[in-house]
């Protein structure tokens, strides 16, 4: 399941959705992407995210369809807020479920990984300067590249 | 041909969308962006650096040797910088 | 931190309790691990925990510690469940929290994989026939043995 | 010495905790072990197989040729199966 929304999203009601009533599960990974303070030595005040609508949502939809052929999932769910952040708010959760533990971590880092090199969303901070575009970082793209994906 | 703009492309750019008419003899990525630097000084220092452009075509990724056409729904956009 | 007991436990509750106020965590990577009705072709009705209380908080620490050692950790909790549980009920839970999402993710895969090899915990499971131990599977070290501790 | 037995350990031997007088010619764990089995029927059957009995000695893991006096808290168990 994918969801593109400004609202926040509460971590512990997503995974209790996911596995609650199932007994076929043996692990739930997630993970939780939250906004920092600063950014090496810059102090952020605030941050806000534009996505492209339409776009977005093919992009995570195939991530999960790849995540799902890859692994043996019973569930998956990304959720990846837009518009204006302030640090401590949360940004995006990955949360994937399977009987074994194996398949759900795995493909937990192999979504976020690959989200944070494909799925079109920027960022742009704002400190006391004023405000700026963030820049992707190489070590993203070598975090999503050792998945082997094209 | 609809054109969008995200982050500082946009920005720099001066629009989110614009449609421009995509000459008939222009059939390809790379040569289409080639043609969207001389619409303005504007999109030329835009576009200075195509290595930090990224096209999407029909919101799928599209690289300079795909096809396009002036019936398409082309994005221009920087490295993502999401999650 | 380091929790054994035989109360259940809230996964989102724990997120929020090692996030909540801080704004220097940039990812919160989580494991749950629950209760499967069924081992192979096993019907499972019930599972007895078993451990060895004092040895048990000296390894999960001695986990926690060799964890922060090697990753860049802000926050890191273990919880343990002892005692008889159903299908469906929570096991365990690993919580890391980090400024960069790599350090979260890979540290919460790490002390899951230990934890399965080296935490003095016993499983008894309960089906239709009655009730036996659970031996431990090869690939449970393998997955240890990739992070190369001794 | 006093000996923990744990899961299916525990079951065969019959007991969960013994305190035993360790010979003091038995210094090693591994010379412990053989001592261990000569004490009942029961304790040579649960201990019949060493490759799947793992030792603690003061509740740290230990190996044939650590030591082990009879003032230890030593556990015998089979290997881990938690989380």
Redesign the interface.
């Known amino acids: 399941m994918i969801r593109i929304q400004t609202e926040d999203f509460d971590p512990g009601q997503e995974i209790d959705g996911i596995t609650r009533g199932r007994t076929d599960i043996g692990g739930i990974a997630s993970f939780v992407g939250t906004v920092r303070d600063s950014d090496g030595d810059d102090g952020i005040t605030a941050m806000t995210l534009e996505h492209y609508p339409g776009m977005t949502e093919k992009q995570l939809a195939a991530l999960e369809d790849e995540a799902r052929k890859r692994w043996s999932l019973l569930d998956c769910l990304i959720i990846h807020r837009v518009g204006r952040l302030v640090p401590g708010d949360r940004i995006v959760l990955v949360v994937t479920a399977s009987s074994h533990r194996a398949d759900a971590l795995e493909s937990c880092a192999f979504l976020i990984d690959w989200l944070k090199t494909k799925a079109p969303f920027w960022k742009k901070e704002e400190n006391a300067d004023g405000e700026r575009w963030v820049e992707a970082r190489a070590e993203d793209t070598d975090a999503a590249n050792r998945w082997e994906i094209s | 041909m609809k054109i969008?703009y995200?982050?500082?492309l946009r920005t720099r750019v001066g629009t989110a969308e614009e449609t421009l008419t995509l000459p008939s003899n222009i059939t390809e990525v790379g040569a289409m962006l080639s043609w969207l630097q001389g619409q303005s000084p504007k999109h030329e220092s835009a576009l200075a650096d195509l290595s930090v452009v990224r096209v999407?075509v029909n919101?799928?990724?599209a690289r300079a040797g795909d096809p396009v056409s002036d019936q398409d729904e082309v994005?221009l956009?920087?490295?993502?910088?999401?999650?």
């Open positions: 969008l995200f982050a500082w999407a919101q799928e990724y994005a956009f920087p490295p993502v910088t999401g999650g």
